[in-house]
């Protein structure tokens, strides 16, 4: 029992650091509110770290990890939590230069296209949050149960509704 929990420690320490930044990501991609998206992101940590003690090795660490925290996520806005603000990457990593201007209008630009990706169905917003993460069709399907042909097309389909969307002037 007491080997069981250090190799759960152990996992948990591996997958929660080398995830942190991503299940920080998804975090504020459902919940708005950054004290609840905090909230959240705890709760999906220690979620992971009690699912490991059932990780079996069946799937990659990664691919637990995802399916854990989007199963957590999905729980905490059934429980009607509001739509929320989805980054895809640090607003300082997005902001740099010295033009005032040129920041604010990217940073508007960011902001419309998360507003667009709220307003998509969970299923479709779980797979563009997860494609935002760098995986690919593979993985996806994996995390979501979908089939990897299913995720591409569904992948595809969702950028362009965004591309239409966007280029037709509508935000949240």
């Known amino acids: 029992m007491h080997g069981d929990r250090t190799r759960q420690d152990a996992l948990y320490a591996e997958a929660g650091a080398a995830h942190a930044p991503a299940?920080?990501?998804?975090?504020?991609?459902?919940?708005?509110?950054?004290?609840?998206a905090?909230?959240?992101?705890?709760?999906?940590?220690?979620?992971?770290?009690?699912?490991?003690?059932?990780f079996d090795?069946?799937?990659?660490?990664a691919t637990w990890v995802y399916r854990v925290a989007h199963n957590v996520a999905a729980s905490h806005a059934a429980?009607?939590?509001?739509?929320?603000?989805?980054?895809a990457l640090d607003d300082e990593a997005l902001?740099?230069?010295?033009?005032?201007?040129?920041?604010?209008?990217?940073?508007?630009?960011?902001e419309r296209l998360n507003a667009l990706i709220r307003r998509l169905q969970p299923p479709d917003r779980e797979v563009m949050l997860l494609y935002l993460e760098g995986?690919?069709?593979?993985?996806?399907?994996?995390?979501?149960?979908?089939?990897a042909n299913h995720v591409a097309v569904k992948v595809?389909?969702?950028?362009?509704?965004?591309?239409?969307?966007?280029?037709?002037?509508?935000?949240?």
Do not use: M, Y
């Open 23 to 36: 299940i920080a990501r998804l975090a504020r991609s459902v919940e708005a509110n950054p004290d609840q």
């Open 156 to 172: 595809h389909r969702i950028k362009a509704l965004l591309a239409a969307r966007f280029q037709a002037g509508e935000a949240a």
């Open 95 to 110: 902001l740099s230069g010295n033009d005032p201007e040129a920041e604010i209008g990217h940073a508007r630009t960011i």
């Open 135 to 147: 995986l690919d069709a593979r993985a996806i399907a994996e995390i979501t149960g979908l089939a």
């Open 38 to 54: 905090r909230d959240l992101e705890q709760e999906i940590h220690l979620a992971l770290w009690r699912s490991l003690a059932g």
């Open 79 to 87: 429980r009607g939590a509001r739509a929320a603000k989805l980054v």
């Open 57 to 61: 090795g069946r799937c990659a660490v």
